[in-house]
């Protein structure tokens, strides 16, 4: 089971409203939450949204999605997770890890 969750893959962006997007192995992500706050999503949010924490050097594909400084790398990126990103599936099970706030 560990092997499969390493494996998995997770489509995250910066903001709800980013056009790019990146993958993030699921054991990567940590402090999920449901946010309703613009908080590290900038600009207002319409609705409250799924996110968590991943250090830049995780990305997987979308090198766009974050210009790293390899002098002060790496760095702490809070993401958005979105039902239209991913499978119902692995939404479900993102929630069930989430923290309540």
């Known amino acids: 089971m560990a092997d499969m969750l390493r494996e998995e893959l997770v489509v995250v962006r910066r903001r709800w409203n980013d056009a790019q997007s990146a993958r993030v192995p699921l ?3 940590r402090e999920l ?3 309703d706050d ?3 999503i900038c600009g207002p ?3 409250p949204f799924l996110t968590a924490r991943a250090w830049c050097d995780h990305l997987g594909t979308g090198d766009g999605l974050h210009p790293c ?3 002060t790398a790496p760095h702490e990126l809070e993401l958005v ?3 239209r990103d991913n499978p119902p599936d ?3 099970r ?3 890890l989430r923290r309540c706030r």
């Open 27 to 29: 054991q990567a992500l």
């Open 33 to 35: 939450a449901i946010r």
């Open 38 to 40: 613009p908080g590290g």
């Open 45 to 47: 949010i319409p609705r």
């Open 69 to 71: 400084d390899a002098a």
């Open 81 to 83: 997770i979105l039902e």
């Open 90 to 92: 692995l939404m479900v």
């Open 94 to 96: 993102l929630r069930s």
